[in-house]
């Protein structure tokens, strides 16, 4: 007789420790349903504030995660990697977050196989806030003033206007984005 034991994966549960409530708004300690919840809703409903488009090469990753590491620790965000090496995948991933609302996302993947990169030469650095009365500007403003100051490498820069949350498309888990 063959038995298979098959475990399912909720949501956040292969999160770093200490990410869900950093970076999106969960109490500290493991996922209650609440908690999964909470995490569900401040992810779907993140603004998109603000954009870098920076120039960079794989050989660049080294000099990006330093200016990201360094801008992090200097105001206090918690940062995590969660960047892959492997046989067939390489990823730059690192978040930069604080639990009143923001999330700092550099996020670059390169596949051996699988869907191609439609920018390979450029980097996103994103930055979302989950909490509407959080004070985003002065940060991102420091953020941009850092990339000028530190990579000698073009740049864009770009300030998305916020979605409605009457605009948004939500998954059925997520009911609302009105605070």
């Known amino acids: 007789m063959l038995s298979i034991v098959a475990a399912c994966q ?15 708004g969960t109490p500290e300690g493991p996922l209650s349903v609440a908690g999964r919840e909470i995490a ?9 504030r603000l954009r870098i488009s920076a120039a960079a090469t794989r050989e660049d990753w080294p000099d990006l995660t ?17 960047s892959v090496q492997n046989d067939q995948i ?7 977050c604080s639990p009143e ?5 550099v996020h670059k993947r390169i596949y051996k196989e699988g869907p191609a990169d439609p920018d390979p030469s450029h980097i996103p650095i994103m930055f979302l806030t989950y909490e509407k009365k959080f004070d985003w500007k002065p940060l991102a403003d420091e953020l941009v003033a850092a990339f000028k100051e ?27 984005c009105d605070s």
């Open 150 to 176: 530190k990579w000698q490498r073009p740049m864009e820069i770009s300030w998305p206007e916020p979605i409605p949350p009457a605009e948004r498309a939500l998954p059925d888990s997520v009911a609302s």
């Open 40 to 48: 569900k809703r401040n992810s779907v409903c993140s603004d998109d």
């Open 66 to 82: 330093n200016l990201v590491t360094e801008f992090g620790r200097s105001r206090a965000l918690r940062m995590f990697d969660t």
């Open 90 to 96: 390489q990823s730059l991933e690192l978040h930069l």
């Open 10 to 24: 909720r949501p956040f549960d292969r999160s770093p420790d200490g990410y869900t409530a950093a970076c999106l």
């Open 101 to 105: 609302g923001v999330h700092i996302l």
